[in-house]
């Protein structure tokens, strides 16, 4: 899956059994301004 992401630059959110939510939704929130500003 990883690949497929990276391959049509599309963003992989991968929960697992250590995700944690506060900082999982920080991460997405971050990602959003960087590949936005990317836009």
Same mark, same amino acid.
């Given at each position: 899956m990883r690949q @497929?992401? #990276?391959l049509? +630059? %599309?963003e992989l959110a991968v %929960? +697992?059994?250590d995700t944690r939510m506060p900082? @999982? !939704? +920080?991460a997405?929130?971050?990602n #959003?301004?960087?590949y936005g500003? !990317?836009?």
């Open positions: @497929f992401a #990276e049509h +630059d %599309i %929960i +697992d059994n900082a @999982f !939704k +920080d997405l929130r971050w #959003e301004v960087y500003s !990317k836009r």
